[in-house]
């Protein structure tokens, strides 16, 4: 039972329910921009660390949807959770992964 629950828990981006396609819209523009601003404009790095798909294999997808959620502390990375549901945090995750 245990094993069963620690699954469930740990797969929420299987089960994420896909944003619509205007709020995926502004998702997009807020990944360009926002996050752009201090990661590249191209996420390639910049203040903060490069989001490219090659630069995030080690990392897993519960530590970026933290990571987005709660922001990181001691560094220029904030809390996104005022301005995005955890629906939308995993699916920017799967697209910061999957980019086309």
């Known amino acids: 039972m245990k094993?069963?629950?620690?699954?469930?828990l740990t797969s929420h981006a299987c089960f994420?329910?896909?944003p619509s396609s205007e709020r995926q819209i502004e998702l997009r523009n807020?990944?360009?921009?926002?996050?752009g601003a201090c990661h590249g404009?191209?996420?390639?790095?910049?203040?903060?660390?490069?989001?490219?798909?090659?630069?995030?294999?080690?990392?897993?997808d519960e530590f970026l949807i933290d990571t987005i959620t709660n922001g990181r502390k001691g560094t220029a990375?904030?809390?996104?959770?005022?301005f995005m549901t955890q629906d939308e945090i995993t699916w920017l995750v799967h697209l910061l992964r999957h980019p086309n």
């Open 41 to 60: 404009l191209l996420l390639q790095g910049g203040l903060g660390l490069p989001l490219q798909p090659q630069d995030l294999v080690q990392k897993s």
């Open 16 to 18: 994420a329910v896909e």
């Open 3 to 8: 094993k069963l629950l620690f699954l469930l």
């Open 77 to 82: 990375m904030p809390p996104w959770k005022l």
């Open 30 to 35: 807020l990944l360009k921009n926002d996050c």
